[in-house]
């Protein structure tokens, strides 16, 4: 990728849904939070993209990663254990979160957490 776009074609880049996944991939290292964000929102980020975004030091990133359609059970299950509220408030309602994950959030410490897995009361059956 050029190292001499502007930060806003960056961010453009990154929001558009039409960026292929290695354009993606690359923006994923961006210094700047707002283009990751964009890079863990879009639809077409690579699973392993949305796996390295996981672990990023901002949690508005994490979050964008949690919130995405296209993550992984498996990516969700590392994020189970992410220190940020909203972050784990995010698996508890993602529709690929496993039943095992979604275990792990039932004794949450958080109210809001385990508040949050009302949300999937119909897909599955609690007991």
Known sequence: ??????????????SNENTP?????DLSGDPIE????????????WAL??????VDKSE??????????????????ILVDDKSDEVRSC???????????LDKLF???NEYVRSSI???KDRFKFS
Do not use: C, F, Y
Not at 1 to 14: D, I
Not at 21 to 25: H, K, P, R
Not at 49 to 54: A, D, G, I, M, P
């Open 60 to 77: 508005l990133v994490r979050r964008q990663v949690a919130l995405n359609e296209n993550t992984t059970p498996e990516i969700l299950e």
């Open 1 to 14: 990728m050029n190292k001499n776009l502007t930060e806003s074609e960056r961010l453009s880049l990154a």
């Open 21 to 25: 996944g290695l354009t993606l991939e």
């Open 34 to 45: 707002r283009v990751r964000v964009r890079v863990a929102n879009n639809i077409n980020t």
């Open 107 to 109: 004794d949450d410490e």
């Open 118 to 120: 009302k949300v999937l």
């Open 49 to 54: 993209t949305l796996e390295n975004l996981s």
């Open 91 to 101: 698996v508890a309602q993602h529709e690929n979160t496993s039943m095992t994950t």
